[in-house]
């Protein structure tokens, strides 16, 4: 492992995210398609969630970019702390959804093969996941949007200047 580039570290370290991910949303897809249609409105979330942990593993990547770009120019030191503050809950978000599509994906299996249901029904559960879609979908927005802020700020700071 010492002898890897920067580039080939993060290639592998991407791989193993991946696959990690893949797994993770490979859990509520089975149950859905396994399932009897009682932990559907789960599953669905689950997959909100998942779906929002690729795309802050992405984001989280362009953070990473960005601060190879900087440390390219020499400027990296003086953008160490914005980095982290955008980067730090770009990462924490990955593993929170990770963890609540596992969760909510055990939930789901509780209700397809144990009868623990939630006391709602499934019209009203699909509901309440299309409003939590709509939240990851938001969610997805802002970080899309602080990432170009980010990448707009270091492109202005090491411009050639006239």
Do not use: N
């Amino acid at each position: 492992m010492t002898d890897m580039t920067d580039a080939e570290f993060k290639q592998a370290e991407g791989q193993r995210i991946l696959a990690g991910l893949g797994a993770i949303a490979a859990l509520p897809g089975a149950g859905l398609v396994t399932g009897t249609g009682a932990g559907a409105p789960l599953f669905a979330a689950a997959l909100c969630c998942v779906a929002l942990a690729y795309l802050f593993w992405l984001y989280t990547d362009g953070v990473y970019a960005l601060s190879v770009h900087l440390k390219r120019r020499a400027a990296l030191g003086a953008w160490r702390s914005r980095l982290l503050a955008v980067g730090i809950p770009f990462q924490v978000t990955t593993l929170i959804m990770a963890i609540l599509t596992v969760l909510l994906t055990l939930c789901g299996f509780a209700g397809e093969r144990a009868g623990i249901a939630l006391p709602i029904d499934v019209k009203t559960g699909f509901a309440l996941a299309l409003g939590w879609g709509l939240v990851c979908a938001a969610l997805a927005l802002c970080g899309q949007v602080a990432l170009g802020r980010l990448r707009r700020a270091a492109r202005m700071a090491i411009a050639p200047q006239d």
